[in-house]
């Protein structure tokens, strides 16, 4: 455990001296996306259930728009294959809204608040709490990222709370704790180009992140930590191959490791 948790920090740290772009895989940064544009984001996540052959997949598709330099929606819907075929579960909406910008020539700090109100008709069948694709409730944060000539840092930290989901028998239960903090810290390196002649390069980046929840009713706490690659195309089209495994826990969760695939594209300038 402790060897794990000390590669898990020299990862992150050798992000410092490298290269990356401010585009994360399993969090958000404080920049937006581009003013008046329109996006497409597909989720794909395959999660392992323990203990079984079970493979819980759960299909997010969002569509994103950047109102203006400073906010940017999300609506967000939530499928999976819990009831034994792919069913509907949900639908979610998003805002991000940057509050800090310290711009200079390849550096800048920027901070956002945010939030995001989900509802959802699945069973409850684990402590961990998720508004993004298996809770009903809201949650509303923090993030401060910084860039420094291509290499990205990043911290999110937010307050959760889970509503009873839509459906009998899908009540919150009592003996559980409904409210939690969340917290990560992100970073990435660019791998490829090393020297940008054009947008039209494809850009490679590589990524790791700590990801970690504590339920304040009961101090229960789980610990992850999230792999990637990514591919940006055009500067327009993007693929996200990420993995994502549990460090620690001591909560009930249903399948905390996987795969996840994710495919985004902007349309700029549509709005």
């Known amino acids: 455990m402790n060897l794990t948790i000390k590669i898990t920090v020299l990862i992150l740290l050798c992000t410092i001296s490298s290269q990356a772009q401010e585009l994360f895989v399993y969090t958000e940064p404080a920049s937006n996306m581009p003013a008046r544009s329109i996006g497409i984001r597909l989720n794909n996540w395959l999660m392992d259930e323990p203990g079984t052959a079970r493979i819980n997949y759960h299909f997010i598709p969002e569509v994103m728009w950047g109102v203006n330099k400073r906010l940017m929606i999300h609506m967000e819907g939530f499928f999976s294959n819990r009831k034994g075929e792919l069913s509907a579960e ?3 909406l998003y805002a991000k809204y940057r509050i800090l910008s310290n711009d200079r ?9 945010f939030g995001r109100f989900t509802t959802n008709n699945a069973d409850i069948h684990q402590e961990e709490i998720e508004t993004f694709g298996h809770n009903t409730g809201y949650q509303a944060g923090l993030i401060a990222t910084q860039l420094l000539h291509k290499t990205a840092l990043s911290s999110t930290i937010y307050y959760e709370q889970a509503l009873n989901n839509q459906g009998a028998g899908h009540e919150f239960p009592n003996i ?7 917290y990560s810290l992100s970073g990435g390196r660019l791998l490829w180009p090393k020297q940008y002649t054009g947008f039209k390069q494809t850009n490679i980046n590589i990524m790791a992140e700590l990801l970690g929840q504590h339920l304040l009713d009961n101090n229960k ?16 089209t993007r693929v996200d191959i990420g993995y994502k495994r549990e460090l620690y826990s001591n909560m009930q ?11 985004e594209h902007l349309l700029f300038n549509v709005l």
């Open 90 to 92: 949900g639908i979610g």
């Open 221 to 236: 706490q789980y610990l992850d930590i999230g792999v990637a690659v990514q591919f940006i195309f055009n500067s327009q």
């Open 253 to 263: 969760r249903t399948s905390p490791n996987g795969l996840l695939i994710r495919v």
């Open 176 to 182: 559980l704790s409904n409210k939690a903090i969340n």
């Open 105 to 113: 020539v390849y550096y800048h700090f920027r901070m956002a608040v």
